[in-house]
């Protein structure tokens, strides 16, 4: 069986520009939303749409999201705008 691994330096720096693409949103979320060992599915649902939401208007870049891969937490920008659209759209 031949397995490659993802090497970053490989990619031509033209993608690295480019928006994140919808799975690293959706590996970076759930990698945010697990706590121990339990997903926390709305929250994973909250971060996949804010990220693929700033993928999608040009502020998230590939390369950037690969970086947030080693993060252990969820950037405050992220977490900051999901509570910001929650207070907004949702009722007490």
Known sequence: MNTTTF???KIDAEK???PATWNQCGGLSKKFARKAD???WRLQKQINSCLYGFAKDGKLSFGDAHK???LKKLPKKYSDA???YLAA???A
Do not use: P
């Open 7 to 9: 090497d970053i330096n």
């Open 16 to 18: 690295l520009k480019s």
């Open 38 to 40: 339990k997903m926390d």
């Open 68 to 70: 947030m891969f080693s």
């Open 82 to 84: 999901i509570a910001a």
């Open 89 to 91: 759209n949702l009722e």
